[in-house]
């Protein structure tokens, strides 16, 4: 099985400060990790994703991501916040020893972090 | 930028009744997808959808549910017979490529609400 814990449902951060949104996973295999981004009356949008290689990720708006195996982590962050950042943030994980040979395809979700950046 | 568009944005509904959802995928998109996410809890999957064939489903997706791409754009989720607790916000998603690597794109909802 696989599944994703995003241990707080409200962020808040000032404008100009460093964020992190944090997302831990579980699966029986490697995984592939994923950030989206909800806006207001919008869909998810993608932000960026862990499949291999080097463990810090860099997405769109700035955002980046570092991959933790022993930690089983998969944390979100910008250096600094802006107030178009506030957001839902969905973390979202695939198991790629599940499935087809094309891997598990269906995504799995955390509970989403709302983010608010303060002015 | 392309984007995946769900119609309606809000669909109410007496229980018991059929409801069909519609998402139209990125044009050069081949894999599809519903999700949904009921208030307040996850968002989960449904059902992914290739070559005019169901390629995985959750055991959420019941006899109830059904899918289909009636034309070359159209990409539908129907509910035969709705529950109260079918009520949520469904997500449609497609993705260019297979593969569990590949990022899907979603669009932005259906507030489905049973009475």
């Known amino acids: 099985a696989q599944s994703v814990a995003q241990p707080e449902d409200q962020v808040n951060v000032a404008e100009g400060n460093p964020l992190t949104v944090k997302c831990t996973y579980s699966?029986?295999?490697?995984?592939?990790l994923f950030w989206y981004v909800q806006y207001p009356n919008r869909g998810l949008q993608f932000l960026l994703k862990y499949i291999t290689g080097d463990n810090l990720v860099k997405g769109s708006y700035g955002f980046e991501a570092e991959f933790n195996k022993s930690q089983t982590s998969f944390h979100l962050k910008k250096p600094s916040a802006l107030v178009s950042d506030s957001a839902l943030y969905f973390c979202a994980v695939r198991d790629i020893n599940l499935g087809t040979n094309f891997g598990n395809e269906k995504l799995t979700f955390g509970t989403g972090t709302r983010l608010t950046i303060i002015p | 930028e392309p984007e995946v568009t769900q119609t309606p944005s809000h669909q109410v509904t007496q229980m018991g009744q059929e409801v069909i959802l519609r998402c139209v995928p990125i044009?050069?998109?081949?894999?599809f997808y519903w999700y949904r996410q009921i208030l307040g809890q996850k968002v989960e999957f449904l059902v992914s959808f290739y070559n005019n064939e169901i390629s995985e489903k959750s055991e959420i997706f019941d006899d109830q549910f059904s899918v289909e791409r009636p034309d070359g754009s159209n990409f539908t989720l129907k509910i035969r017979s709705t529950k109260l607790e079918d009520s949520a916000m469904y997500f449609c998603?497609?993705?260019?490529?297979?593969?569990?690597?590949?990022?899907?794109?979603f669009g932005p909802g259906t507030r489905l609400t049973v009475l």
């Open positions: 044009s050069n998109h081949l894999y």
């Open positions: 998603a497609s993705s260019r490529d297979r593969g569990a690597y590949n990022e899907q794109f």
């Open positions: 699966v029986s295999g490697n995984p592939y």
